[in-house]
């Protein structure tokens, strides 16, 4: 699957799940009663857009990979060795729980710059996979990315709080949907991992890059605005 796919998959499942499961689910293991506010519902579909990245950090000419530089492509690379290579553990049920869990003590322990530092991060490949940045590598994009992240990171840091309860969650649900997303093309992925079974529904592959962009994404699209309209024109 694309970049741009999987980040939009990622804002459809976060304003999905904001539109049928309840605060308390949402804002886990925290367990807040009441409403999601509009800020933060809609930060949290650009966040989660961005980490339905996460798993591909195992691919060095993936969209991660090109998100900042020789900065995110060294990383890339390095996570790609210690992980075993495309589609091993990043693309696991364990990692979604792992990076859920990482998200949480962080905003836990280290506090209000873990969480800014990670949103800067999630908004960057955000940025990158929504193609809102000049295309292709150089430092025209990179500098187009860095200052819409840090633009979004000044805003996120004026309206949310210390740590977003919702945080974990939209993290874990983005790699989530990107799982279930490479589970639809023909390499599968081991979501069990360290288990040797792949999970594989392809379905997607036969489709090609060209339905991707002008009918899936688009798709996703639409499918977010209408749910995120949904829960907006719904609250009390
Ligand atoms: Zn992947």
Redesign the pocket.
Known sequence: ?LGHS?ATSGALAWAGAAAALPLSILTFPAAQIGHLGTVDLLMGTFLTAGAALL??AD?PSGTISHALGPITHTACKIISTVSGGH?HAT?SLAFVAAIAYGTWAGEHWIGRWFTLGLVFFLLALAVRALNLCPPGEGLRSYATIAVLAVAGTFAMDQWISDKPAWLPFSVGLGALA?LIG?CLTDRG?RLFWPLDIRTRIPIIDRTGNKVETWVISPLFVLGTLAALWYVITHQP
């Open positions: 699957m999987h798993p591909d691919h589609r693309h990107h490479d992925c």
